[in-house]
């Protein structure tokens, strides 16, 4: 197992290479000097890897401590590398998602639907006072981490 005196003694060499811990967690040395925590594992058959920050951004307890997540959710049945990337895309699609984008196409809706010109002047004028808002994300909208969803 590494302890932080062996990974602050690492140097870089022409290559990259690897540096193993316990069950699966490893430091990449880069030749640039980037020290980056990898995790190893299998799911369905595949050889997966898992990134898991730089060092020392992410310090070795906290890398175990990650890895030991990232084990539990194969213990779950969960693959942690198809996890980490539908919670990327989910965070890509909220901050798409504001509530600037959905009222322009309410209006633009409004306007297909031939309202009358004063009711889209009127929607336009109440969509410019909630500009503090309109870059938000629309979903999830909360307070104190509470869904105000219905």
């Known amino acids: 197992m590494l302890t932080v005196m062996q990974i602050r003694a690492l140097k870089p060499a022409e290559r990259p290479f690897k540096v193993a811990d316990a069950d699966g967690l490893y430091l990449l040395v880069q030749p640039s000097g ?10 369905c058959g ?10 020392p951004d992410v310090s070795l307890p906290q890398a ?12 779950d049945g969960i693959d942690p590398v198809e996890e980490k990337r539908q919670r ?13 984008l959905v009222a322009e196409e309410y209006i633009q809706k409004m306007e297909r639907e031939g309202k009358s010109p004063a009711t889209l002047k009127k929607a336009r004028w109440f969509l410019e006072l909630l500009a503090s808002i309109a870059k938000r994300p629309m979903f999830p909208v909360s307070t104190n981490g509470t869904d105000l969803r219905l």
Do not use: N, P
């Open 64 to 75: 175990r401590r990650k890895r030991d997540e990232a084990k539990a959710e194969l213990d």
């Open 46 to 55: 595949i050889e997966r890897k898992l990134s898991l920050g730089s060092f």
């Open 34 to 43: 980037t020290l980056l925590w990898r995790f190893r594992y299998r799911c």
């Open 88 to 100: 990327r895309l989910k965070a890509e699609l909220a901050a798409q998602t504001t509530f600037g």
